[in-house]
């Protein structure tokens, strides 16, 4: 049997762990990424990335269909072409996970495909996809990258053609007629949204009693208006508890409503998007003695887990999962492990969800300020308060600052509108640099533009936006 030594060896090829790896290596560290299906992880491959081509997709053609009128594009004859589609969202996977190669090769980590194993606190096996076995020694740490796996229900599983998850949503070959989506949250709703715009028809089955739970409500609310206009049904506080095939292959699928309700509904196929969970178990940790409570790895702010060399980070090592909080963890504890005055010591994990209009949000929300105690300042301003979102056409929406009464300093963001994801940034960095409202409104946003938002938000806290009439706050 081969055995290799580096510094470290780096389990998952995700957002975290070719981040750390990328990290290490320019760090001058020997490092080794193991990754058993392909580098990039969930994110690249089958979630973030592609949905977002496909997202982007499905606006663009909304867009044009049923605005671009207005704007004086006329579109007689417009249609999708769901295989050429794919075809473009599969080159755009295939150039970023080609670009990690790269990266890798640049910064002199090696990649090994293959599933490992941890045998001991500096010793990982991997049975290789080739069929061959390699133990690999790391001198100074195991970093454990492995993400999280789709959370199946066992009266809904998967069979890869009706009974969906996100990996095969978003790669169909067609537009299904009729789908539901169990779970109203961020994957539901993402691609539930794709695939209305496509023209199917769209139910979503919401366990909670609202969409997207721990998001501001007031954000949440523009979507579902939204979604709603379009056609589809929402129904909260439901489960899908089951389902038949019908003679003609669509399936009757069973929803509990509450209240001793119930009602059966056709679909052609079911998305199944009822969250994730960590892939902490099975990788030989408990063995060693390392703590994995349901499926995490605990680690503290350095990204160490209770075994001395064995850190964690990403969708394994806690919540949120995300990817830019695990490449972000990944580079930290890169710099930990080689030494460097580093952890992880942030103000605010920035969220971007894509449905339609996107919403974004960093900091507290207006309650989880009120809950810590804060008297709170609410500043305001709605993107249809802006020229360039006339501009743009997309006018729902709005910014949301909330700041602590007594200094104005700021707490937490929150935008649903056009472009969220991208105008959030602003907010964020302003949360790590401990922005006041001031700071926000003194700085000079260019016109015309969907940013100035911000500032014109901040400045309602204050009192004084310049575009909306401002109500006193008491
Ligand atoms: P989620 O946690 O966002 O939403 C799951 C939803 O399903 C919740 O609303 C929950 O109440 C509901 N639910 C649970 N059991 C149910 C049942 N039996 N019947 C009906 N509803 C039920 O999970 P989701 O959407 O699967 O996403 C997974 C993870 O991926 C999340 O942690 C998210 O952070 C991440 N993600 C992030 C994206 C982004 O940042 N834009 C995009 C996609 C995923």
Redesign the pocket.
Known sequence: MAKRTYDVVVIGGGPGGYGCAIRLGQLKQKVVCVEKEEVGGVCLNW??VP?KALISASHTYEKVKDHGATMGIMTDGIRVDVNKMQEWKGGIVKKLTGGIRGLFKGNGVELVMGNARVTGPRTVEVKTNEGGTETLEATKAIVIATG?S??E?PSFKFDGKQIIG?KEAVSLQSVPKRLIV?????????LGMVYQKFGSELTV????AG???GVDPDCTAVVEKKLVKRGAKVLKN???TGYEKNADGSLAVKVDLGGGKHDTLVADTVLV????RPNGGGLGLEEIGVKVERGFVPTDPLGKTNVDGIYAIG?VSG?????HKATKEGEVIAEVIAGHKAAKDWVAIP????TDPEIAVAGLTEAQAKEKGYEVRIGKFPFAALGRAMAVHETEGFFKVVANKKTNELLGVHIVGPEASDLISEGALALEMHAFLEDIGLTIHPHPTLGEGFMEAAMNGLGHAIHILNREQK
């Open positions: 979630g973030c949905s999280s789709t959370i229900i996100a169990i779970g109203g949250g961020v994957i539901g709703l993402e089955v919401e366990a909670t969409l997207l739970p439901a489960k899908a998007a009822v969250g994730m969708d919540h949120p999962m995300l990817a969220a971007a969800i894509f």
